[in-house]
């Protein structure tokens, strides 16, 4: 009896303290904003992916450390401790697997740089992508119980299923990977309903980003269906989407392959009245890329699309530049032929004009980029006047560099030499802001006198050609013409003031005695003074004492010659000649 009470208290105590025990809160693990953050912070934000696999491979070292699950112990190897999903307590377990798949991810995106050189390395981007699918996995399996929240494991999941598309798309598996990104982009939509406000936005972002990859499948799904027309505008629409990284390679590899086989016989390039043939199809296929996105640039309508199209527009004018100076230097090298001068002169006009489609467009991309900085978008901060002054010297070395082109000079006569007052005027005007805000005054006054004289030449310059385009510039003009009258007035204020305030000046007063002796006073003369009767200095001045014997040293007695005197002595005689005459002196 006594021992069934002992059993009925002890049953007892334990419900009451499992009453009392505090319920445990389920782990939280916001894996999506953990990873943007990482990546943003440790070099992702300029695909630096040797940088951010060195953090991971930092971060997974102190985990281990705090959590006592390291893999090697005095100089061994040693197995570490694999988890389960009731021994998930805290978030640092669950970081183990997914710090561990970000690694094996950016190793993977690091190795794809030159996997297209060489083939072994291409073995080990697989591996290393299957490697961070597995800890993907083990990550999902951890988070599936009930000791995480429902978030934790919806993010996991997604998570999973983006780097097993990752992966398909590696291996060409088109099917699988538009499966997966599909499940993580339902995901991310999802989610982007039950978070905050804040956070609405982000998981909206992120999502979008899946699309491209969904429309890159899909598009490699019905590569067979469609005609050379519609595949090649489809893939030009992926590629002016905001794309970027691994995916951006994939979809200029493909455009390249399409206008290669789209590419048949020998075209030419009209140039300043006269017909080009390019022969090479490597030329051929860098001017298609040049007019191409010039073509592409006036389709886009929003100012950043704008100039990320002009971005890479500029790469391929610069490699089409390149591809012809190779072209150039293989035919210099060439044995003599009838035709080899007519190639070369060929050739140089196909470099002249690829050079103005390069500066034409380098000079429009950065009057887009002054236009941001002058009218920014919402949230946006406005450009400082070295900002302006910076892009108004690129934009007057185009001008230079356009005239140095044969032929273009006096095609465009007059409108280089509005676009040269113009880009002047601006460059003066902000460079006298730059002045007068550092303090400045009087340079700043002298810089805004000059931009007056600009803003007038460049009247003049308009008034001589007759085309719409000036109205525009001349009502820039009168405004920049009014900006520096305003600049000008707060300068000469400015000035005016600064002087005032910092003189130490007494009160005026009227010369008394000499003025050479009172120069630190302010002197104010009246209508009455007469000039006769102020004395600057005394005149006639007093004298003053000097020495009666100066002192001075003779540098000159080495370098004297001296007369011949020695005739004028009489020669001593020898002792006989002395007796003689001492007898008959005597």
Known sequence: MAAETQNVESKVAEDVKLDEAPLSTPVSLEL??????????HGLKHEDYIRYRRYCSRKLMRIRRTLHCQCAHKGKYKAPHALTPDDVTEEKQLFVCLVSAERCWS?????????????????????????????????????????????????????????????????????????????CKAVYEQLSAVVSPGQQNFYKDIASQLDLNLRY???????????????????????SSDLSGPLADKIEEVLRQTREKADTGIS?????????????????????????????????????????????????????????????GIEKQAKQFPEKEHRLEQLGRLLDYINYCKLSHSTTRTLLVLEQLIKPDKGEEGGRPEEF?????????????????PGV??????????????????????????????????????????????VAELDKVCGEWKDPRVASVIEESETLNGDIRSKRCAALASLCLGS???????TPCKPKGLI????????????????????????????????????????ALSHVTFPELESHYSKKGGVLSSLFKGLWSS
């Open 32 to 41: 999506l904003s953990l990873v943007s953050e990482w990546r943003a912070q």
């Open 107 to 183: 190793y993977a995106m690091e190795l794809k740089v030159t996997a297209a050189q060489e083939s072994r390395h291409k073995h080990r981007l697989m591996r290393k992508l299957s490697k961070a699918v597995k800890h993907s996995e083990e990550l999902y399996t951890l988070t599936d119980s009930s000791k995480t929240d429902a978030r934790s494991k919806l993010e996991t999941s997604a998570y999973r299923d983006w780097l097993i598309g990752t992966l398909s798309l590696e291996k060409l598996e088109w099917s699988q990977a538009m499966h997966s990104f599909s499940a």
């Open 217 to 239: 499948c899909q598009y490699n799904l019905q590569l067979g269906t469609e005609s050379g027309g519609e595949t090649e505008s489809a893939l030009k629409e992926l590629r």
């Open 268 to 328: 030419e390039v009209k140039w300043l009245g006269k017909s080009v043939s390019i022969r090479s199809g490597r030329v051929h296929d860098a001017i298609r890329r040049v007019e191409e996105g010039g073509a592409e640039v006036e389709q886009v309508t929003g100012r950043e699309a704008k100039l990320k199209l002009f971005s890479r527009l500029l790469l391929d004018c610069q490699e089409a530049v390149q591809s012809l100076k190779d072209e150039i």
């Open 389 to 405: 002054v910076r892009l108004y010297d690129i934009l007057l070395q185009n001008n230079v560099d356009l005239v140095a082109i």
């Open 409 to 454: 000079g006096e095609m465009m006569e007059r409108e280089i030499a509005v676009r040269r007052a113009e880009f002047q005027t601006h460059r003066c005007f902000y460079l006298a802001e730059v002045y007068l805000t550092a303090g400045r005054l009087n340079e700043g006054l002298a810089l805004l006198e000059k931009a007056a004289r600009h």
């Open 500 to 506: 005032s305030a910092g003189d130490t000046l007494t």
């Open 516 to 555: 050479a002796d009172c120069l630190e006073d302010y002197l104010v003369l009246e209508t009455t003074d007469k000039l006769e009767d102020l004395k600057i200095v005394p005149f006639p001045p007093d004298y003053k004492p000097a020495p009666c014997k100066p002192y001075f040293f003779d540098l």
